[in-house]
């Protein structure tokens, strides 16, 4: 599986956009980005997944790069429920296990 | 998004019991699940795959004797931790596999305790 490489942790005002990059330079082309958040002592919430083209959600956008070497979590307008730890995943079909790196631990501030 | 929910959230165990852990898809059926395990300020360890109807696929490293998957229906899959000992304290997580969307959705998490 292509790793993954994210900032430890990332601070954001409250009602502004939190955009989180991901770098996955060795992605091949049949692999999908995931991204997941996990709240503190809970288990993690799927966000968002593209493959090529940007997508978005009710939730978030992802926009991915051109050569797909990288990708950026934008969520429009944080709140304070969005502290959490963000994690960018790539996934290559049809094998479905899910490697975890360490994340990006996202503080929102009020 | 699709529910998975876990049963119990949290158990408290003595040292060289059993516990059994519950993972079930309510909205959809889930052909594949996985467990993992997630210890104090780590990241998620896959555990294992598990198939409806088959033996689970475990980890290197996992002791497939110690950690008792079983995943008799579409939407049900358990895990029994055998003869706890208090280094098995973690947090255990279950995802589903939705058909169709590729998608894994995470279980709540069950945090278990061994005294």
């Known amino acids: 599986d292509a790793k993954t490489t994210q900032p430890p942790s990332m601070d954001c005002a409250e009602g502004r956009a939190a955009n989180l990059p991901c770098n996955h330079s060795t992605i091949s082309g049949n692999e999908y980005v995931y991204w997941y958040r996990q709240i503190h002592s809970q288990g993690p919430q799927y966000i968002i997944h593209g493959l090529k083209n940007n997508e978005t959600n009710e939730m978030a956008s992802l926009i991915i790069t051109e050569d797909r070497k990288s990708s950026t979590l934008i969520l429009p307008h944080a709140t304070l429920r969005d502290t959490a730890v963000y994690y960018c995943?790539?996934?290559?079909?049809?094998?479905?296990?899910?490697?975890f790196g360490t994340g990006t631990r996202l503080t929102i501030i009020p | 998004g699709a529910v998975v929910s876990q049963h119990p959230s949290w158990v408290i165990c003595k040292s060289g019991t059993s516990v059994k852990i519950e993972c079930r898809s309510l909205d959809f059926q889930a052909t594949t699940m996985f467990w993992y395990r997630q210890f104090p300020k780590q990241s998620l360890m896959l555990m294992a795959t598990?198939?409806?109807?088959?033996?689970?696929?475990?980890e290197q490293g996992v002791e497939k004797d110690k950690f008792l998957i079983n995943h008799a229906s579409l939407t049900l899959s358990t895990l029994t931790v055998t003869s706890a000992h208090p280094e098995d304290s973690s947090f255990y997580i279950c995802s589903a596999l939705e058909a169709g969307t590729d998608t894994q959705y995470f279980g709540p998490g069950t945090r278990l305790t061994v005294l």
């Open positions: 598990s198939n409806e109807g088959s033996k689970a696929t475990y």
């Open positions: 995943i790539v996934r290559p079909p049809p094998n479905e296990k899910l490697t």
